[in-house]
């Protein structure tokens, strides 16, 4: 009896050991909290060799376009130091929306998303935790990158012979609409959940509004503005930003507009992202 009596004892006592162990564990998963999922993030960025590579292509590029257009001198007369300087960053914010792209689609293709959300169960924590990251890091690339770019063709392109344009702050309006740009490819991404849909859709949003803004008549000042590709070139005072391609609207409007719209796609993201399984 007595036997009997300790040994239910001691199963009582591990029963209870391992519901406190599971109930601390479950406890520490619903607690992580914004800071650990932004650790988290960081560590898959970089630690995905593609995004690594689509990253660095990202900031090299602007400094490349700067070097060639300089030492070419394939400057339009009416061009400004600053545009002409910066004549590649709309290919190198298309691959900043690639970057966003990749980062929540690149979960689902490698099945890691499920491990993700088993670690940090709150998925609105996580999708601001990834927004965080490609918009940080890309504003902070892209505001070095281009100010590179701009000091680059500055002292390469003949003193005098064209406008200098006004480096600031657009150089600042510039690297937001980087950020802008992934998100809007973050937010692609988890609503495709397929990184080559992806990175077509978010191609096809960036380059679609300045193509059939003009279809719209009065409304093709706000149609053409919707894109970051079309703040970008407001911002860069290029000379290839004409109202027909890019709308009306002022850089800094453009800009507002596209944060926006960008904005509402996330939470939409972010609305879907709770109602699926994964």
């Given at each position: 009896?007595t036997?009997?009596?300790?040994?239910?004892s001691?199963?009582?006592?591990?029963?209870n050991?391992?519901r406190?162990?599971?109930?601390?564990?479950?406890q520490?998963?619903?607690?992580?909290?914004?800071?650990?999922?932004?650790?988290?993030?960081?560590?898959?960025?970089?630690?995905?060799?593609?995004?690594?590579?689509?990253?660095?292509?990202?900031?090299?590029?602007?400094?490349?376009?700067?070097?060639?257009?300089?030492?070419t001198?394939?400057?339009?007369?009416?061009?400004?130091?600053?545009?002409?300087?910066?004549?590649?960053?709309?290919?190198?914010?298309?691959?900043?929306?690639?970057?966003?792209?990749?980062?929540?689609?690149?979960?689902?293709?490698?099945?890691?998303?499920r491990?993700?959300?088993?670690?940090?169960?709150?998925?609105?924590?996580?999708l601001?935790?990834?927004?965080?990251?490609?918009?940080?890091?890309m504003?902070?690339?892209?505001?070095?990158?281009?100010?590179a770019?701009?000091?680059?063709?500055d002292?390469?392109?003949?003193?005098?012979?064209?406008?200098?344009?006004?480096?600031?702050?657009?150089?600042?309006?510039v690297?937001?609409?980087?950020?802008?740009?992934?998100?809007?490819?973050?937010?692609?991404?988890?609503?495709?959940?397929?990184?080559?849909?992806?990175?077509?859709?978010?191609?096809?949003?960036?380059?679609?509004?300045?193509l059939?803004?003009?279809?719209?008549?009065?409304?093709?000042?706000?149609?053409?503005?919707?894109?970051?590709?079309?703040?970008?070139?407001?911002?860069?005072?290029?000379?290839?930003?004409?109202d027909?391609?890019?709308?009306?609207?002022?850089?800094?409007?453009?800009?507002?507009?596209?944060?926006?719209?960008?904005?509402?796609?996330?939470?939409?993201?972010?609305?879907?992202?709770?109602?699926?399984?994964?």
């Open positions: 009896m036997t009997t009596t300790t040994a239910l001691g199963n009582r006592r591990n029963r050991r391992n406190n162990r599971n109930g601390s564990w479950n520490d998963r619903d607690r992580t909290g914004f800071r650990e999922a932004l650790a988290y993030e960081w560590i898959k960025f970089r630690s995905v060799r593609s995004t690594l590579w689509t990253t660095t292509a990202t900031a090299v590029l602007p400094v490349i376009g700067a070097v060639f257009i300089a030492a001198g394939s400057l339009q007369p009416d061009d400004t130091v600053l545009g002409g300087s910066l004549t590649l960053t709309v290919v190198a914010q298309m691959l900043a929306a690639v970057v966003g792209a990749l980062v929540a689609s690149g979960e689902y293709s490698g099945g890691t998303i491990t993700t959300f088993a670690a940090c169960p709150r998925r609105g924590t996580v601001a935790a990834k927004a965080a990251l490609v918009g940080g890091v504003y902070l690339l892209a505001l070095a990158s281009c100010t770019a701009y000091l680059v063709g002292a390469m392109l003949p003193e005098g012979r064209y406008a200098q344009g006004e480096p600031l702050p657009a150089l600042f309006g690297a937001a609409s980087f950020s802008a740009a992934a998100v809007l490819g973050l937010a692609v991404g988890t609503l495709v959940r397929h990184s080559a849909g992806a990175v077509t859709t978010v191609t096809g949003l960036l380059l679609l509004p300045s059939f803004g003009p279809l719209f008549g009065d409304a093709e000042r706000w149609v053409a503005g919707l894109s970051p590709t079309a703040a970008l070139e407001k911002l860069t005072q290029t000379s290839d930003a004409v027909a391609t890019v709308g009306s609207l002022g850089p800094w409007p453009s800009l507002l507009l596209v944060a926006a719209c960008t904005a509402a796609l996330t939470l939409g993201a972010l609305g879907l992202l709770r109602r699926r399984d994964v």
